[in-house]
């Protein structure tokens, strides 16, 4: 791990900061807020840009698989992420942090706490790849020396469920979803878009 991260981790664990799981998810709507205030900031894609009932949906689906976890200051959501564990896995899925902290508390404190809650359940690997931009591709780098080859698939073990969600994508669409391998799940047109 970098010297900055190592600085930053041990800053993170003296402020007192306390970054864990909301098991009731209370925080979902804050965090959705500061999430499209991110991807703003970082000039994301539209591939990232989620809407609350896109989270809504994952954690209805992945239940015990997938959590939210938060940070709060003072009452105010300073930082979240959604974070899956699966068959010994566990990746941070999406993270946000409010503009209001970004420069007061150092990220790398959300990952190691993930770390370590991981290391805690018996998880062999944390995933963090993924990165939408050069800078946090960077930053995720500095974590570790381990370069692990990262592969994803597509694998459709519903068919019929499948069909329906493509069906509903493309009635809110507008258009076909291509069966490509690109970005999946389907998101909705983004605003302005063409709709076919």
Known sequence: MSKSHRRGIRKFQAAGYEYAPDPDWEWLADFHTIYAQTMERVG???DFRFTLDYFERLRDTLREHVSLWMLEVDGVLAMGSIVTE????????????NHEFHKEIPHIGTYDAEVQWALSRRAQNYFF???AYESLRRFKAGMTEHRPVAVSARIVIDPVEFGRQCASWERAAGRSVSHADEFFPPLPPARGEPRG
């Open 44 to 46: 994301a894609s539209d």
């Open 86 to 97: 699966c068959g010994g896995t566990v990746q941070g899925l999406c993270g946000a942090m």
């Open 129 to 131: 790849d993924g990165a």
